[in-house]
C-alpha cells in the first residue's frame, strides 16, 4: 500500500537509493562544475575530467563509451538528461550504466560467428538459410560461386537460384522441395544442373532440412548446403563409359548391349516384331597384320561411324569385341513378312555404307562384311542364345559366300549337326578313333617318293566320317590343335618303326600343318618336342602348309618357317593356285615345293584357263628351283600332260589311293 511520507523522509530514501545503486550518476552545472554524485559517479566525473572526455561526453551522442585499460576492460552505456530549470541555473544530469559483460558477450558472439564463417568458406561449400515467406536465401559466399553469382551479395531471392536450375531438372528439383516442405521427406536431397550467366554448367548436391515451423506446422526456414560434384560426375560417366562404352569406338559394349536387349524385351509388345543383326568384317586381321593395329582401330572406328550414320537414333549398336558388332532393331511391326522385308532393305543398305573403300593414311582399303539375322518377337529365352542365333546365321553367310542370312531352323539342325560332330572329335581324342592313312607320292618313272599322312576317323559304330566334313568343325572348335598333334606325335612314331623295314629307311612323309596350329605361339617349341622324343630324322618330315596361312602376319610365318628349316624339315606349300602366294612370297619364306591344287588338275582337260594357269605355276617354280607335286591325278592324259609341263611328281587315284601302314610295305619292297 502507498504511504504518504513527509518530503524530508521521501528526500532520504532517494538519496539511499542513489547512492547504492551500480549506476554511475552525477549532476554538473553549467560549468560543468560536479553539483552531486554517488560514489561511482564521483569516480566517473573526475576520470572523465582528467582524461578531457567530460565535456564530449555531456554534449554528443555516443551512448556506448569505451574506457578500457590495458588492465581491464570497461564499457558503459551513458545517458545524459537536461535538469536546468527554466530561467534558473543550468544543469545536465548523467546516468551510466556497467555493460562490460553484455559487450565482451556480443564480441565474443561475434567473433565465433566470424570463426564458423571462416570455417564454413574453407569447406567450399554453399551454406544457406532459406526464408519460405519472403522468398530470401541468406548465404555465405561459396553459394554465390556454385551457382554463379558475381555480386558479392549475401542475399538472393529464390527465384534467382532457381532460374539458374537446368530446363532438364528444374521440375524434378521443384518436386523434391515441395516433398519436403509437405513432410513427406525427413530430409531435402537433390543432384542438379545449374548453367551459369555465362552458359558454364556445373552439377550441384544440394541437401537440407525445416527448422522452423509455424504454431500450424507449416514451414518457415529451412536450412541447407550445396556442394559441387561436376568433377565426381565426370568421374562416375567415365567409369560408366568403362563399364558399358568400348573404348576405342564409344558404342556399347557387350554387357550394355545386352541390358538394352533385355530391357526392349521386357517394353515390347509381344506381338511387335524385333530383330537382332551380327555383323562380321571378312579381312579385317589382315588389316592388322599388314599395316599394324592403329590402322586396324581407325578402321573400326569408320565402320562404328558408319553403322551410326545408316541406323536409327534409337537402335543399339554393340561392338562385342575385335571385328564383331551387334544390332538391336526394334519396331518392325506385326507383320512376319512386313519385318523380314524391312530387315532385308537394312541389311543391303549396311552393306552399301559399310563396303565402301576405307582410307587410312596412304592406303584404301576394300571393306568385305558379312551378317547374321535373327528375326524375333516375345522370345524370352537368354539374350546370349537369341545373340549366338544371329552369329550362327552371320556364320552360315560368309561360309555360303552370301552377304547376308537369316536365323532359320535349319541352320539349327545344321548347327546341331556340328555339335554333334564336335561333341564326337573329343570322344574320338580319349577314345582313340582316329587313325593315319598315308597316299603316296609318285615320280614320272613310277617310283614312290614319298607319302603324305591322311587323317581317318571311325566312329564306334564303325561309320568313316569325311575329312571334309569333321576337318572344318575341328578348326572351327580349336580341337584341330590337339589333333594336329596327335597327328604328328603318330607320324613321327610311324617313321620310326619304317627305319627298321627294308626298302623303307629313307622314306620321306608329309604331314598337313593347319593355319590354326602355325599361329600357335608354342609350334616351334612343340615341334621340336615331339621331333626329338621320337628319334627320327627332321630330314623324312615335309610339313605342308596351305597357301591360305601366307595372308596372316607374314613375318611370324616366316620366322617360324626359317626355325623349320633350321631344324632341316621340308616346307612344301599346299593347294598352290588359290591363294595369293607370289614370286616374291616364295622365294622370301624359301619353299622348297609346291603342290598343284586338285581342281586345277581335275579341270585341266576341260577348262583353258586352269591349263593355262598350270603351265604358269610350274614355270615359277622351275625359275625358282622349287619341286613340283601335282595333285589330284586320276587319268592317263593328266599324267602325261603334266610331264610334258615338266611336273616332278604326282599323287592322285591314278597311282594309288591312300593306305594304311601295313599295305604300304609291298610298293617299298
Known sequence: MHRYRLPEESFLIFEQIIEHSSNAIFIVDGGLTLTFANHPGERLYHHLLATGQLAKTLTEDCPQLDLSTADAPLWL???????????????????????????????????????????????????????????????????????????????????????????????????????????????????????????????????????????????????????????????????????????????????????????????????????????????????????GHNAGDELLKIIAQRLRSTLRSHDAISRLGGDEFAVLVTDLGDSYQEARNKLTLLAERLLQNLEQDAIIGDNQLNITSSIGIYLYRHDLAPIAEMMHKADMAQYYSKKNQRKWMFWSTRLREEQRQRDTIENGLRRALKEDEFFLEYQPQFSRCGSVTGLEALLRWRTPDGRLISPATFIPVAENSGLILNISEWVLERTCAQLKLWQTQPGMETVRVSVNISPRQLKRSDFIRQTERIVSRSGVDPQRLSFEILESALASDIDDVQRKLSALRDMRINIALDNFGTGMASLTGLRKLGIGEVKIDRSFVMDMERNPDHLMAIRAMIAMCQALGINIVAEGVEEETQFSALCDMGCHRFQGWYFSRSQTPDRLVHLFS
Open 77 to 291: 552505456r551513458t545517458r545524459c538528461v537536461d535538469i536546468s530549470k527554466p530561467q534558473g541555473t543550468p544543469g545536465q544530469l548523467l546516468i551510466a550504466t556497467d555493460i562490460t559483460g553484455e559487450v565482451q558477450a556480443q564480441r565474443e558472439e561475434s567473433l565465433s560467428r566470424w570463426r564458423l564463417e571462416q570455417t564454413l568458406e574453407l569447406t567450399e561449400e554453399g551454406f544457406w538459410l532459406w526464408d519460405i515467406s519472403s522468398g530470401i536465401i541468406s548465404h555465405n559466399q561459396d553459394w554465390n560461386r556454385l551457382f554463379g553469382f558475381d555480386d558479392n551479395r549475401l542475399t538472393h531471392h529464390q527465384d534467382a537460384m532457381f532460374n539458374l536450375i537446368h530446363p532438364d531438372d528444374i521440375t524434378a528439383t521443384r518436386q523434391h522441395f515441395q516433398n519436403h516442405l509437405s513432410g513427406q521427406t525427413p530430409l531435402f536431397h537433390c543432384e542438379y544442373r545449374v548453367v551459369d550467366r555465362v552458359g558454364r554448367q556445373r552439377w550441384i548436391l544440394n541437401h537440407g532440412k525445416a527448422v522452423r515451423h509455424s504454431d500450424s506446422g507449416t514451414v518457415l526456414e529451412m536450412l541447407g548446403k550445396a556442394k559441387d560434384i561436376t568433377e565426381k560426375k565426370r568421374r562416375e560417366r567415365e567409369m560408366l563409359q568403362l563399364a558399358w562404352q568400348d573404348p576405342l569406338t564409344q558404342l556399347d559394349n557387350r554387357n550394355r548391349f545386352y541390358d538394352k536387349v533385355e530391357q526392349a524385351r521386357g517394353q515390347m509388345d509381344r506381338h511387335q516384331f524385333s530383330a537382332l543383326l551380327y555383323l562380321d568384317l571378312t579381312r579385317f586381321k589382315e588389316v592388322n597384320d599388314t599395316l
